[in-house]
């Protein structure tokens, strides 16, 4: 499985980039996001940036990410999920449209 790790970015090079999930400084290649301003919230998967975040979201990511390695190290996942947690679960428009006009198969 692959989790994108969402960085913020101290310092742009051309390309490359330093950049911190908090923890960690790293370099980073921005060959798939162009570039980016120091600040810019990037996400991240082995070394390179995929996309551009708004920084609520890479907070709620890297919440998130930070449950996953308490659960592994046999801890819970506190918080992290409340946003999911606080409302119903829902289908995609599509599918919602579909099984409000009754449909039950394909």
Known sequence: MCVGIPMQVLSVNGIAARATDGEDETLIDLTLTGAVAPGT?????????????????????????????????????????????ARAPALPPHLETARAAGKTTA
């Open 41 to 85: 919230w990037v996400l991240t998967h082995l070394g390179a940036a995929r996309e551009v975040l708004e920084a609520g979201e890479a907070v709620k990511i890297a919440a998130a990410v930070r449950a996953l390695k308490s659960i592994m190290a046999g801890g819970g996942v506190g918080d992290a999920f409340a946003d999911l947690e």
